[in-house]
């Protein structure tokens, strides 16, 4: 199987991207956005961990709260809450 985040197809709008992680809306949720770690992991390193969040503080509005994997639990990545 295959997993989706993996595959980052771009069905919806990108915000960034880079060698460690790509932003974009969720797909299930449009009014969210997701944060994921390029890599196939269930979960970053404190150097990744702290790139993806300073990402986080850089490109949205102070306030925005984020929580970790929910459904795809082995591929790390957080959702806006």
């Known amino acids: ?6 595959e980052a197809k771009k069905i919806t709008e990108w915000k960034h991207e880079d060698n460690v992680c790509w932003i974009a809306r969720c797909s299930s949720h ?5 944060i994921v770690l ?11 961990h702290e790139h993806m969040m300073q990402l986080a503080e850089k490109l949205f509005p102070a306030g ?3 929580r970790g ?4 639990k082995d591929h790390w990545h957080f959702h806006s809450v």
């Open 64 to 66: 925005t709260q984020w």
């Open 30 to 34: 449009r009014d969210k956005w997701i």
């Open 1 to 6: 199987m295959t997993c989706p985040l993996c």
């Open 69 to 72: 994997p929910n459904s795809i």
């Open 38 to 48: 390029k890599r196939h992991a269930p979960f970053p390193t404190p150097e990744e």
